[in-house]
Structure formats: C-alpha cells, structure tokens
Nanobody, 113 residues
C-alpha cells in the first residue's frame, strides 16, 4: 500500500492550491479516502473524507466551504482543492485510506505573505 502526495507549495493568504494523492497496492475504488494535516507543534488531524463511490463527503468545521475533496477511481487518485487559504492552514498534508496503517510522505503547504 502506498500513497504519494503532491501539489503543495507556498501561497499567499486568500490563494488556492490543489493537492493530489496517487494510491496503489489496494483496490482504491472500494475504500474511503481521507486527507489529514499536521501543523508544527500540533497533532495530526483529519481534514476531509470521501466515500468509496464519491458523492458523500465530510469536512472539519475550519475548512468547510473552502476545501473540496474529490476522487477519480479510474486514476486511483484523490484530490483536495483548497481555496481562500489562511495562515492557519499551514501544515504537512497527507492522504490515507483509514482502513490501512500506512502513511505517505506528505506535501508541505505554507500560507504566508
């Protein structure tokens, strides 16, 4: 099982980024996928999740209305569109299928002017 995140970077407050996560080693279309983040000095937290067939999504309150999780089961890829970014969104972002214990290397998102 492997997760490879990409798309992070440095962005100004109010800007946007789109994260991608390529998954392999399991039947991607059958599993819930989630994005997590870990800010400096803080515990890792769940940001958003999407059901195996898509359609049903959940978000933490702090990103509701700004972030959108989606997936392409044909490409074994999950995305996180992040709009109206704030400095508090600065963190390393990880994707994961909650059913598995494996983590990817993450992608750094820094929101700063």
């Amino acid at each position: 099982v492997q997760f490879v995140e990409s798309g992070g970077g440095l962005v100004q407050p109010g800007g946007s980024l789109r994260l991608s996560c390529a998954a392999s080693g399991f039947t991607f279309s059958q599993y819930v996928m989630s994005w997590y983040r870990q800010a400096p000095g803080k515990e890792r937290e769940l940001v958003a999740s999407i059901r195996s067939a898509g359609g049903y999504t959940i978000y933490i309150d702090s990103v509701q209305g700004r972030f959108t999780i989606s997936r392409d089961n044909a490409k074994n890829t999950v995305y996180l569109q992040m709009n109206s970014l704030k400095p508090d969104d600065t963190a390393v972002y990880y994707c994961k299928a909650p059913s598995f214990a494996f983590w990817g290397q993450g992608t750094q998102v820094t929101v700063s002017s």
